[in-house]
């Protein structure tokens, strides 16, 4: 792929560096910049003509290979190519050692490129929490799942056992996590959990080394309070060649970096928005009942970033809390606009999505972003070529 031409001919943006001695709640570096309202032009989705799996629920694109992954079918996970030719149907459920017990879900689309060329895809077996890695080259080639390594000692929930009150309580701490180095055993998590309890507290990110086992934590606030868990929340993404994390926040106008092997952290704020220097208001929880007898609780906080998507150069992340998605038609399925950022944080600009998704994959041979709506379980591509040029 050419290099991205935003990064030479960007919006022209003022960034302000804000050290930790004029913020007292954020340890890190924070650039400041305006992303706001700033779309002008409008990119078409077009429907995808493939055959979805029943379920449909995820997507990613790992090298040349497009996999979704379901929860409707005995198969979880199904393969097509780059033009949408089906390619197998792979991870089906059982307690064989290559079934998995219960659901299949990619590591945040997550995949290792062998020197061979041969496309690794670690996964997360749904009830056990274990790691188990495909081989997605060579079951394309056999036309059946195989898995060429597996972690059982690896969960996607961490148990805290927590001394409170001279008793000792334990519970399951759900985490992100994304592997460093192309290894399984080399990890980074991010763990909101762990700010649960007042009198509890763990720094939430941290990273594992392979050869010691040692944890090393990463610091963003220098103090927590209990309101501020709410807020302390987004899905993390590595970079697909270098130990660099980044964090949109689901419920403020905060992007984390944290580049492992710069040992280098930073934040992207937007400017005069609620930051965590400010109160955090508290908000409001309503419970309901559906149309089908099953009981909610919901509350009034407004998504802000959402899923994002690696390039070489730069990245793409979905933002609701514009005026383009608060207004949008249908309050339930709100539009989305895509902010493009260079991995310095930089903001480049950003484009408004005709149709709404939840879940992004980018193609970056062909300039294709997929979108999934997994509520009504459609597919839309939309080609960046154009954006990409300006």
């Not at 409008?42 to 040349?64: F, K, M, N, R, Y």
């Not at 079934?99 to 895809?121: A, C, M, N, R, W």
């Not at 609780?297 to 933002?319: K, P």
Request: glycine share 6%; net charge negative.
């Amino acid at each position: 792929m050419r290099p991205f031409p935003l990064l030479a001919k960007s919006v022209l943006t003022t960034l302000l560096i804000c050290s930790c001695s004029s913020r007292h709640r954020v340890a890190v570096d924070v650039i400041e910049t305006d992303f706001m309202n700033k779309s002008e032009i409008t990119i078409h989705g077009i429907p995808v003509e493939a055959q979805l799996p029943l379920g449909a629920s995820g997507i990613a694109v790992c090298d040349t290979f497009i996999i979704v992954t379901s929860s409707g079918n005995q198969a979880r996970l199904h393969v097509y190519s780059t033009q949408w030719q089906p390619l197998g149907s792979f991870c089906n459920i059982g307690r064989a050692r290559n079934e998995f017990l219960y659901s299949v879900s990619t590591v945040s689309g997550q995949f290792f490129k062998e020197p061979d060329g041969s496309i690794l895809v670690p996964l997360v077996d749904g009830r056990s929490g274990g790691i188990k890695v495909l081989d997605l080259t060579e079951s394309v080639k056999r036309q059946s799942t195989v898995l060429v390594q597996q972690r059982d000692d690896y969960y996607a929930y961490r148990f805290i056992k927590v001394n409170l009150d001279g008793a000792e309580v334990g519970f399951a701490a759900p985490r992100e996590f994304q592997f460093l180095n192309n290894d399984i055993y080399n990890a980074f998590e991010y763990n909101a959990a762990l700010t649960v309890h007042p009198d509890y507290y763990e720094e939430p990110y941290y990273s594992i080394s392979r050869d010691t086992m040692e944890i090393k934590r990463i610091k963003f606030l220098t103090s927590i309070d209990m309101e501020d868990v709410d807020y302390y929340e987004g899905s993390i993404l590595k970079h697909p060649d270098r130990n660099l994390i980044i964090q949109p926040f689901s419920a403020m106008d905060y992007i984390l970096f944290i580049d492992i092997d710069k040992d280098k952290t930073f934040a992207v704020h937007q400017t005069g928005s609620l930051s965590f220097d400010d109160k955090l208001p508290t908000y409001e929880l309503t419970e309901g009942v559906t149309e089908d007898g099953l009981q909610y609780i919901e509350d009034n906080m407004i998504q802000h970033f959402g899923h994002a998507a690696y390039a070489d150069s730069f990245f793409m992340v979905l933002y609701f809390a514009g005026d383009y998605s608060i207004n949008s038609p249908d309050p339930e399925s709100p539009l989305a606009e895509l902010l493009f950022f260079g991995l310095d944080g930089r903001f480049l600009k950003s484009v408004k999505l005709d149709v709404p998704v939840w879940d992004i994959a980018y193609d970056g041979s062909r300039n294709i972003l997929y979108g999934m709506d997994g509520f009504n379980e459609l597919l839309y591509s939309f080609d960046l070529s154009s954006v990409l040029l300006q």
